[in-house]
């Protein structure tokens, strides 16, 4: 049985083509799928009952269960989803006054084992496919009662939760393209966001295939200590990473680049990181977004203190560089930016490796 969920328009055009169906019928099916939130073929009604027919004997419309439903005290929802054989992926969603966030995993685990990261602990298993991740939105507006012709309740959508996007690159865009669709989600690509650690040969295609706005795992302003902290900056050095997001903004849909720094007390809030990040905003168009490190057990980290995170952001912005401070949000239920965990079952082992002290790189 062929999931429809893991076809984007392309995809399921080509499908119903093989099936001698024109391809008006697979944005047809786009909407009842995706605008409409339906699964059952026999209430599309403008479909024929040929093809309804068709569909019930080869097709279905299958997303993630979800096994978990927590309210946070701020209104932050976090679901547990079931993705099959022990493992579950996390999805939280995120109400502001002017828009609300969904922030949706690509995978059950992550290898690239971020220090600071809760995810990258628990080992990584495979990715998700397509259905997996756009099964997430598909399934939140349904669990908060979007209605198809009422106001959008998830008006953003940030790639920011388990795993590395980039990573799995062919079922990320494919999700991608059916949350930028007119005949599915209609959002608009300001209004998606991947967040990546540095995987350059990734973001330059996604440039050519994708291009949606652009966040990137900084958390260190240079290579000795991004190294302890964002493994990956091994294979692709600030320098590659730099250059990778100048070439991103010829067609991103926004004008800079958000670097993401997790504020760590005493390893990465120093005078000589502000002055390592004012050189690289020299380089890139770039606005900050400062994370106050949300604990989880034996992380071996802490939370810089206020006073020095709004120092920090003060003198970024009066270097003339736009910086936020994200709001820790849903950490009573651990849904707080790198606190998602799911169940993953470790298949790396990186408990057994040594761990270099991070104080011991500035």
Same mark, same amino acid.
């Given at each position: 049985m062929?999931?429809?969920?893991?076809?984007?328009?392309d995809?399921?055009?080509?499908?119903?083509?093989?099936?001698?169906?024109?391809?008006?019928?697979?944005?047809?099916?786009?909407?009842?799928?995706?605008?409409?939130g339906?699964?059952?073929?026999?209430?599309?009604?403008?479909?024929?009952?040929?093809?309804?027919?068709?569909?019930?004997?080869?097709?279905?419309?299958?997303?993630?269960?979800?096994?978990?439903?927590?309210?946070?005290?701020?209104?932050?929802?976090?679901?547990?989803?079931d993705?099959?054989?022990?493992?579950?992926?996390?999805?939280?969603?995120?109400?502001?006054?002017?828009?609300?966030?969904?922030?949706?995993?690509?995978?059950a685990?992550?290898?690239?084992?971020?220090?600071?990261?809760?995810?990258?602990?628990?080992?990584?298993?495979?990715?998700?496919?397509?259905?997996?991740?756009?099964?997430?939105?598909?399934?939140?507006?349904?669990?908060?009662?979007?209605?198809?012709?009422?106001?959008?309740?998830?008006?953003?959508?940030?790639?920011?939760?388990?795993?590395e996007?980039?990573?799995?690159?062919?079922?990320?865009?494919?999700?991608?393209?059916?949350?930028?669709?007119?005949?599915?989600?209609?959002?608009? /690509?300001?209004?998606?966001?991947?967040?990546?650690?540095?995987?350059?040969?990734?973001?330059?295609?996604?440039?050519?295939?994708?291009?949606?706005?652009?966040?990137?795992?900084?958390?260190?302003?240079?290579?000795?200590?991004?190294?302890?902290?964002?493994?990956?900056?091994?294979?692709?050095?600030?320098?590659?990473?730099?250059?990778?997001?100048?070439?991103y903004?010829?067609?991103?849909?926004?004008?800079?680049?958000?670097?993401?720094?997790?504020?760590?007390?005493?390893?990465?809030?120093?005078?000589?990181?502000?002055?390592?990040?004012?050189?690289?905003?020299?380089?890139?168009?770039?606005?900050?977004?400062?994370?106050?490190?949300?604990?989880?057990?034996?992380?071996?980290?802490?939370?810089?203190?206020?006073?020095?995170?709004?120092?920090?952001?003060?003198?970024?912005?009066?270097?003339?560089?736009?910086?936020?401070? /994200?709001?820790?949000r849903?950490d009573?239920?651990?849904?707080?930016?790198?606190?998602?965990?799911?169940?993953?079952?470790?298949?790396?082992?990186?408990?057994?490796?040594?761990v270099?002290?991070?104080?011991?790189?500035?």
């Amino acid at each position: 049985m062929q999931n429809l969920l893991d076809l984007d328009a392309d995809a399921l055009i080509a499908w119903f083509a093989e099936r001698g169906e024109k391809p008006f019928r697979a944005r047809q099916i786009l909407r009842w799928i995706h605008r409409f939130g339906e699964t059952d073929f026999d209430a599309m009604t403008d479909v024929a009952k040929s093809l309804r027919a068709l569909l019930k004997e080869t097709a279905c419309i299958q997303p993630p269960v979800p096994i978990r439903d927590n309210l946070s005290t701020d209104g932050t929802r976090k679901w547990l989803m079931d993705v099959g054989n022990g493992n579950a992926v996390e999805t939280v969603f995120i109400p502001e006054a002017t828009r609300g966030t969904l922030c949706v995993s690509s995978q059950a685990g992550c290898a690239l084992d971020c220090a600071f990261c809760s995810t990258g602990k628990q080992g990584f298993n495979r990715n998700l496919s397509a259905a997996e991740i756009i099964g997430q939105l598909w399934l939140a507006n349904r669990l908060l009662g979007a209605e198809p012709n009422g106001e959008r309740i998830i008006s953003n959508v940030v790639m920011m939760g388990m795993g590395e996007p980039l990573a799995n690159f062919d079922n990320v865009v494919s999700a991608l393209k059916l949350m930028l669709d007119d005949h599915a989600y209609g959002l608009s /690509r300001r209004r998606v966001t991947v967040s990546t650690s540095g995987i350059v040969p990734a973001m330059d295609r996604l440039r050519e295939e994708c291009p949606v706005a652009l966040a990137v795992s900084l958390h260190a302003p240079n290579d000795a200590l991004r190294d302890k902290l964002v493994p990956i900056n091994q294979k692709y050095p600030l320098k590659d990473l730099l250059a990778a997001c100048n070439r991103y903004l010829d067609k991103a849909p926004r004008d800079f680049i958000t670097f993401e720094y997790i504020m760590l007390e005493g390893v990465n809030d120093g005078d000589e990181h502000i002055r390592q990040l004012i050189d690289i905003a020299r380089e890139v168009p770039c606005k900050y977004n400062l994370i106050p490190f949300n604990p989880f057990p034996d992380s071996g980290f802490h939370r810089s203190s206020g006073p020095v995170v709004r120092r920090f952001s003060q003198l970024l912005n009066e270097a003339g560089i736009v910086t936020t401070t /994200r709001k820790t949000r849903g950490d009573d239920v651990d849904a707080a930016c790198g606190q998602l965990a799911g169940q993953v079952k470790d298949k790396t082992r990186r408990t057994q490796k040594r761990v270099v002290p991070i104080q011991e790189v500035r």
